[in-house]
């Protein structure tokens, strides 16, 4: 160890927006101010996971935990930390409600946030600095490639991703190395591609972001892994625009793996030459999919085309062409090092390996987390999540964004792999998890999803963009109070029309979230449309606030809070809301103290 | 990405800056995409005048290329605001409230999303996901992520940006009631 100390500062997008950046320079400061920059590094890392507590800082080697850190406590981790040898206690993880709280909670590994989960894909996130390459390097970075290059043949490396057992991680769960032995089989065409997929269309997941933020080396070293096993001299990686973050980290490794010759010409002084190249995507999810992906890089409009052919024979340009997802990726160095038969120790009997999820909405700890295939529902949410906040109940945690459903209680023991999600009417996906309690009405959720696919939708084929249509306009009308029993029927038909009929994933797919809000929420539908009503306070046009005049003791506090100034009345008297003016805001409601406000 | 636009240069200019894009990135293949992508960032938005100037240099129909930035969200034909507002409507979003910060905003502001306020300031767009879940709601101003965004909170959030062009405002700024900025 060069260093007596380091100083890890989270540099993901969500420590990044509160100020992690200031907090970074702070620190460099005070460290050059007291002349320790000899002893001490400052490193800016991805992603911890953690989000809900950033901005995280670490100090090594005590392995310290900081979070809520603010730019301006960067003196005091210096002086007390650093030069005294006093960690900051209250800076320190010591969320009331962790399981395996004492008194504060120094180290990650006690963290019940952390404990059960099992990093493959995430190694590296919050451990280097993923703009130095030496940082990979020195855990076990480029060994993989360089054991591909110097002892394995095409064949082998396809054999351990055999064994392995790894599935795609982009939504479909295809196996990883049928794709990589039909393009290295494909003798249609000499030049051949290895296109990595970040376009990550889910809206409310941003695992492949934060993989690339955190550690890009782990996906370029794979693709160019991909690229000796298939004959390939080129890769592309398509990445949204929205990630300028990612993207700039993507620049600095590739320049930087060329400039030490693990990418570009002559790789490793072999003769396998390889690059790759960035295209950005330009927001429309339906690129996503492999085939309207593979024109968006040909600089069409990214519709799909029917398969077959596949993109295995007839990729980009027509060339046979391995496409896969970020996190698959982001698995390989790892299989080659240890060992196929290491990774299909991990995991259920179909799915092995780990999964990174997203997991978000109303968790006590939302953040990024990599788990085993196989863990329940409920571990993840109780012991990982640390549950629902404010005291609120489960509901339903939906996988697989607009093209999954929802889990529910019943099933939180479930093992968690790709055929267990599918019997339960939901999909993996690509790692989305949102949570939801007894405040979110499932007629919204899946309008919400209805809506995102409506939009998304490249119109190509009518079942996908007529069909669409007519759902969301149902489920509007129920949600405004105009359903008819019937319509259940009319939903239910058009689903089936649009699984059976359309081009693609994305219209196949679309009618999952009401088909599966149908099946476990069915009542929920029916009591908006016998009773009108959505218990779950959410639909506007079917709520009403108003105050109980025995119950308000007229403290003003509703009408303080008010946005729209509907709530009149002297002090200590009754008050009332002006229903006209009210926007069901729900804000009152919230604010009064003896519960004098009803929601209905 | 959404750094303030040159919104006043002259015809001249921007042709030649659409050369020097056109020239620096149409050898690769599939070179629209990443031509637009350039064109968009230094100029602000596509005006028809640049979608031709382009279709000119690469030789390519105009119908094909503007069918190329009809497709794309990223591309706007219009010319924003000095600050873009994505509210994100993301699912963890969603759940923990930014339809509500949506509504809110498109009042204050007096717009819908996809318009620009009269005065120019703002514009209102929607995001699906900015990778900050975990601080949901969050709304970004042009490259800057505010999170935990309340509703209540929005017009103080805002008074610094309508602050900050002060010097410049007109008597139009956009309408924020008394009571909201409170
Ligand atoms: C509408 C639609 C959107 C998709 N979006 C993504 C995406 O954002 N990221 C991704 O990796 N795969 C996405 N896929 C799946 C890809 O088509 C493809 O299966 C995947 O990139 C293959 O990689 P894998 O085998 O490593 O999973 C999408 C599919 C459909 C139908
Ligand atoms: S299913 Fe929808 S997105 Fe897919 S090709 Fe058809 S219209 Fe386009
Ligand atoms: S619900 Fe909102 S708008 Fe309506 S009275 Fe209460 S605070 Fe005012
Ligand atoms: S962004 Fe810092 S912990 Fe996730
Ligand atoms: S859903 Fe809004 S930041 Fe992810």
């Not at chain 1, 990612?246 to 570009?264: E, F, H, N, T, W």
């Not at chain 1, 797919?509 to 029916?526: M, Q």
Request: aromatic share 8%.
């Amino acid at each position: 160890m060069a260093y007596r100390s380091y100083i890890l500062v989270c540099g993901g997008t969500g420590c990044e927006s509160s100020h992690a950046d200031k907090i970074y320079q702070n620190l460099k400061n005070e460290i050059e101010a007291n002349k320790l920059s000899e002893q001490v590094q400052v490193i800016k890392t991805g992603c911890f996971g953690f989000c809900e507590q950033g901005p995280i800082v670490k100090i090594l080697p005590e392995n310290t935990f900081y979070v809520q850190v603010k730019p301006e406590d960067a003196k005091e981790l210096v002086d007390e930390h650093i030069i005294k040898g006093r960690p900051v206690e209250r800076l320190i993880y010591s969320a009331s409600d962790d399981k395996n709280r004492k008194s504060v909670i120094a180290e990650e590994k006690d963290i019940s946030f952390y404990q059960k989960q099992y990093r493959i894909v995430l190694r590296n996130c919050g451990m280097i600095d993923p703009e130095v390459i030496e940082e990979y390097i020195a855990r076990d970075g480029y060994a993989a490639l360089e054991k591909v290059l110097f002892d394995m043949k095409p064949e082998q490396v396809i054999d351990e991703l055999k064994k392995a057992g790894i599935r795609g991680r982009g939504g479909a769960g295809f196996p990883t190395w049928m794709k990589w032995n039909f393009t290295k089989g494909a003798t249609n065409s000499e030049t051949k591609y290895v296109v990595c997929n970040a376009d990550e269309g889910d809206p409310g997941a941003y695992m492949d972001r934060s993989t690339l933020e955190g550690d890009p080396h782990s996906v370029l070293e794979a693709m160019t892994i991909a690229g000796y096993t298939v004959g390939a001299q080129k890769g592309f990686i398509y990445i949204r625009a929205e990630y300028p973050l990612a993207i700039s980290r993507l620049k600095i490794a590739i320049q930087q793996a060329k400039d030490m010759g693990l990418l570009g010409d002559n790789i490793l002084g072999t003769d396998f030459s390889f690059d790759i190249e960035i295209r950005l995507g330009a927001g429309a999810f339906v690129c996503g999919e492999e085939t309207a992906l593979l024109a968006s890089i040909e600089g069409k409009r990214g519709m799909p085309i029917p398969r077959p052919p596949f993109p295995a024979t007839h990729g980009l340009w027509k060339k046979p062409t391995v496409i896969n997802n970020v996190e698959t990726y982001a698995n390989i160095p790892m299989i080659i090092l240890k060992g196929g038969d290491w990774f299909a120790s991990i995991g259920t009997e179909t799915s092995k390996g780990t999964k990174v999820f997203a997991l978000t909405g109303k968790i006590k700890n939302s953040g990024l987390i990599e788990v085993p295939m196989g863990i329940t529902l409920r571990e993840i949410i109780y012991d990982i999540g640390g549950g629902i906040p404010n005291g609120r109940k489960f509901k339903a945690a939906q996988s697989g964004g607009p093209s999954g459903g929802v889990i529910t209680e019943e099933f939180l023991d479930t093992p968690i792999d790709y055929e267990n999600l599918a019997k339960l009417g939901s999909i993996m996906g690509s790692g989305g998890l949102i949570v939801m309690d007894e405040d979110d009405c499932m007629l919204d959720i899946a309008k919400f999803y209805l809506d995102f696919t409506v939009d998304e939708s490249c119109g190509k084929c009518a079942p996908c963009r007529i069909g669409g249509k007519q759902l969301y306009g149902l489920l509007d009308k129920i949600s405004q109070g105009n359903g008819e029993l019937d319509d259940i029927n009319k939903m239910e038909d058009i689903s089936l029309a649009m699984q059976r009929a359309s081009l693609c994933g994305l219209g196949q797919t679309a009618p999952n979230p009401v088909a599966s809000t149908l099946r476990y929420f069915k009542d929920e539908y029916l009591e908006h449309i016998t009773d009108k009503k959505c218990s779950a306070g959410v639909c506007k046009d079917l709520l009403q606030f108003n105050i109980l005049k025995d119950k308000c003791v007229g403290c003003t506090v509703c009408a303080r809070k008010c946005p729209v100034n509907a709530i009149s009345g002297e002090r200590k008297q009754p008050h009332e809301i002006d229903q006209n003016a009210c926007i069901k805001c729900g804000e009152c409601y919230e604010a009064c103290k003896f519960q004098a406000i009803t929601r209905g | 990405m959404t750094s303030t636009p040159a919104l006043h240069q002259n015809s001249a200019e921007q042709q030649e800056l659409l050369h020097n894009i056109v020239d620096s990135l149409k050898d690769q293949e599939g070179a629209l995409i990443p031509i637009l992508q350039a064109a968009q960032d230094s100029l602000g938005f596509l005006s028809t005048e640049s979608l031709k100037t382009i279709s000119k240099l690469l030789n390519m129909p105009y119908s094909e290329i503007s069918g190329v930035v009809s497709f794309y969200s990223y591309f706007t034909t219009m010319p924003r605001g000095r600050y873009t507002i994505r509210v994100c409507l993301g699912t963890a979003c969603y759940v923990r409230g930014g339809k509500q910060l949506l509504e809110e905003l498109k009042k204050i502001l007096q717009i819908e999303v996809g318009e620009t306020t009269e005065d120019k300031l703002f514009s209102l767009e929607v995001g699906r996901c900015f990778g900050a879940c975990g601080l949901a709601p969050v709304l970004m101003i042009n490259d800057e992520i505010h999170q935990r965004v309340k509703p209540t909170k929005l017009a103080a959030l805002l008074a610094p940006y309508k602050s900050e062009n002060d010097s410049e405002a007109t008597d139009e700024s956009p309408k924020i009631s008394q009571e909201d900025a409170q």
